[in-house]
Nanobody, 114 residues
């Protein structure tokens, strides 16, 4: 069955970096655009970035442009989110989502704190 499994979260100091991964299975990965979302404590889930099936086009929320980079490796059925210069306000559970079918992973927690 379809699965999306996020990994790579953890505790990082302000200014640090993390790379999140979303491993996909159960569907033809390259046929679907994908997105990263995040949900901070007490806040609604929000879009972070999206990428087309072939990876040729990307979209970022304006406030995150320049710090976050979305990418994918269709040969490995995996999507990535490189996060640099992390700030405490980036603390959230990060989710990947398959667009079209609307499937979600269970999320990975990122905590930015000194």
């Amino acid at each position: 069955q379809l699965q999306l499994v996020e990994s790579g979260g953890g505790l990082v100091q302000p200014g640090g970096s993390l790379r999140l991964s979303c491993a996909a299975s159960g569907f033809t990965f390259s046929n679907y655009a994908m997105s990263w979302y995040r949900q901070a404590p007490g806040k609604e889930r929000e879009l972070v970035a999206s990428i087309t099936g072939a990876g040729a086009s990307t979209y970022y929320v304006d406030s995150l442009k320049g710090r976050f980079t979305i990418s994918r490796d269709n040969g490995k059925n995996t999507m990535y989110l490189q996060m640099n210069n992390l700030k405490p306000e980036d603390t959230a559970v990060y989710y990947c989502k398959q667009l079209g079918g609307g499937y979600w992973g269970k999320g990975t927690l990122v905590t930015v704190s000194s």
